[in-house]
């Protein structure tokens, strides 16, 4: 029996993975899109928020996280990363994905039976989980049938009538109406069924494959394949080249067939829905695995009290050659001081980063682990806006307001550099004691100043970090920092000796006639 060519092969209804000997194209989607599964059910009170998540520059990890991933696999890492995992859904993920890395022919095998759902290029949680319905159709699309009845009829009148030109042109006038309106609708609609079939291409290839973790895609199959079929334009259209175009323009069937698969699915939402959140949590679990399984660093992270956090030798995975710090906080915060560019919001981001991804994934970047699984809430990039109307002092009120509503509503862990930086330095250091004491009566806070004074008008409910350079490597050592650099790095940028030493003949007489209050006394204030 002679073999039947590729060409016939890929017009086969049956056949859910055209395109699978080929590599998938790399499809750019918005951040804007990415997390539309993430809003569709997200939870104000405990998710990420947006400056959080712009501030410990959470978008540029994700990104070389998913590398690799389809639009499925990314809206699933994303809805875990600002969403975070409880305690059994965080258990039972450590425990797939140590499957996995024990596995790495499995491994690889699950992310070649993934590949189809990289053709997707648009995404389609907005479709399957937003609350806006589906459009539905007209009343006259059941008469669709008869425009082409109406053009054969118009045009056996213009061959046999002087005036049947009218009849014709009357025919045709509908038939490219409907083209006009609904062009880009059906074109849009068009992305989505293809979309749609990767996702079901996917489940079709996984049930394939079988195995630990693929029994509902097994059990789904047949499903699937029926779906798809409905899906699928017919077979004789793909074999005829143009037809489509011809029935389109004189049969309207693009139009009566972007209702039809609207009803399909609309009816089979139910099943649409279960095939993603089955292929996206897959495919974040390969994902995760085959992250885990190019770095050296790395630990799975133990889940603590809520003020105890516990991180050993931890780095930030976007540096490279980045130098390990040891944190452990019992009961009280820390506030983090150091010379100008020695790393203290590189160090909070560090921290804030681990603590993401022990809430979302179950492990962290660094050598042990103890870390609470709460919401966590920064404040390190506050600045002054333009367009907004907003100075910097009013940016870092509103965003001081926020982490205060926030902490009233559930404890979390707060990060905050260089607070209050837009207003006289009086002003600054006791509105900010006053803010950081009341977020410390429920928040684990960890605080970042060259305001040292705060240090010790904080004491109790602060530990006094210092982040030490002398040796080269940055470490993390407790107490304040004695000497700080910002008038010696004049010198080292060209000011010269002149302005240096009159900065020096000031900050003596600062030093002298603002001397730093007693613990004791601001307390008695």
Not at 77 to 88: E, K, N, Y
Not at 93 to 109: N, Q
Not at 118 to 137: K, N, S, V, Y
Not at 170 to 195: C, D, F, G
Request: aromatic share 6%; hydrophobic share 45%; glycine share 8%.
């Amino acid at each position: 029996m002679p073999a039947i060519p590729a060409s016939l092969l890929r017009l086969l209804p049956d056949r859910l993975n055209p395109a699978a000997d080929r590599e998938p194209p790399s499809h750019f989607f918005t951040p804007e899109e990415i997390g539309r599964l993430h809003r569709a059910g997200a939870d104000p009170d405990t998710a990420l928020d947006d400056q959080t998540w712009h501030d410990l520059l959470l978008e540029d990890w994700e990104e070389r996280l998913a590398q690799g991933s389809s639009i499925f696999g990314r809206q699933m890492l994303h809805r875990r990363l600002r969403a975070g995992l409880g305690d059994a859904d965080c258990t039972a993920l450590t425990g797939r994905l140590r499957g996995l890395l024990d596995d790495p022919a499995r491994l690889d095998a699950l992310t070649m039976a993934l590949r189809p759902l990289r053709h997707a290029e648009t995404e389609l949680a907005g479709l399957l989980f937003g609350d806006e319905a589906l459009p539905q159709a007209p009343a006259w699309v059941r008469w669709l049938w008869a425009l082409p009845l109406f053009l054969l009829l118009s045009l056996g009148l213009l061959i046999t009538q002087p005036l049947g030109w009218i009849a014709t042109l009357a025919a045709v006038a509908p038939l490219m109406a409907l083209q006009i309106r609904y062009h880009h609708r059906i074109e849009a609609w068009k992305n989505t069924l293809e979309s749609l079939n990767a996702l079901l291409a996917g489940s079709h290839a996984l049930a394939q494959l079988g195995g630990p973790l693929l029994e509902a895609f097994v059990e789904a199959r047949m499903e699937a394949t029926r779906l798809h079929k409905r899906l699928a334009r017919p077979l004789l259209l793909r074999m005829i080249p143009g037809g489509d175009a011809y029935l389109n323009w004189f049969a309207a069937h693009n139009v009566s067939r972007y209702w039809k698969t609207i009803r399909i699915v609309e009816a089979s939402r139910d099943f649409l829905r279960a095939c993603y959140l089955q292929g996206a949590e897959l495919e974040a679990d390969v994902t995760l695995a085959r992250h885990l399984r190019t770095r050296a660093h790395w630990c799975w992270a133990e889940r603590s009290a809520p003020r105890t956090l516990v991180l050993a030798d931890g780095i930030h995975p976007l540096m490279d050659g980045a130098s390990p710090l040891t944190v452990g906080l019992d009961g009280q915060g820390a506030f983090v001081s150091g010379q100008n560019a020695s790393g203290k919001s590189t160090f909070l981001r560090m921290v804030g980063l681990n603590l993401v991804a022990a809430r979302a994934f179950g492990f962290c970047y660094a050598r042990e682990a103890r870390l609470p699984a709460l919401p966590v809430r920064a404040s390190m990039q506050n600045e002054d806006s333009l367009l907004g109307g907003e100075s910097l002092y009013m940016s870092e009120l509103r965003r001081a307001r926020e982490l205060l509503e926030g902490s009233r509503r559930t404890s979390g862990i707060c990060l905050i550099d260089e607070v209050f930086r837009g207003t006289n330095h009086l002003e600054s250091v006791s509105a900010a004691a006053a803010v950081l004491e009341t977020l410390c009566e429920r928040d684990l806070v960890l605080v970042s100043s060259h305001n040292l004074v705060l240090a010790r008008i904080l004491a109790g409910k602060l530990e006094a970090f210092r982040i030490d350079t002398t040796s080269g490597a940055p470490a993390l050592k407790p107490g304040v920092l004695r000497e700080p650099n910002g008038i010696a790095l004049l010198s080292t940028q060209g000011f010269g000796a002149r302005i240096e030493g009159r900065a020096a003949e000031v900050a003596r007489w600062l030093s002298a006639h603002l001397a730093e209050p007693e613990p004791a006394a601001v307390n008695a204030a």
